[in-house]
């Protein structure tokens, strides 16, 4: 359940796992983007539009947080790589129509 990502973890090791789940949003962008599109081969069922929606959905979301990760060191290494990265996918589809 903590990487559903719904409710920020209240223990320790909830919030780490957490942010581990999260680190990939941190990726340089061409692997971000691999990443996104691995995550997308997951639910073939899925059409296009709902998919893409319930992402725009999930990572404006993250992005109305004040901290994507929960814990100081995920912070500091990953945190604006995230962001950016999480703005310009956000913008992209768009682009698309998705927003």
């Known amino acids: 359940m903590t990487t559903t990502h719904r409710e920020r973890p209240e223990g320790g ?9 999260l680190s ?21 069922a899925k059409s296009d539009d709902d998919y893409f929606r319930a992402k725009v959905r999930f990572f404006r979301a993250l992005l109305q947080r004040a901290r994507l ?10 945190e604006a790589k995230g962001r950016e990265n999480l703005q310009r996918y956000l913008a ?5 129509g998705y927003a």
């Open 13 to 21: 090791d909830e919030r780490f796992i957490a942010d581990i789940d």
């Open 24 to 44: 990939s949003l941190a990726k340089p962008w061409p692997d971000f983007l691999a990443d996104g599109d691995m995550l997308r081969a997951e639910e073939p």
């Open 69 to 78: 990760f929960n814990t100081v060191p995920f912070q500091l290494r990953y």
């Open 92 to 96: 992209a589809l768009a682009e698309r």
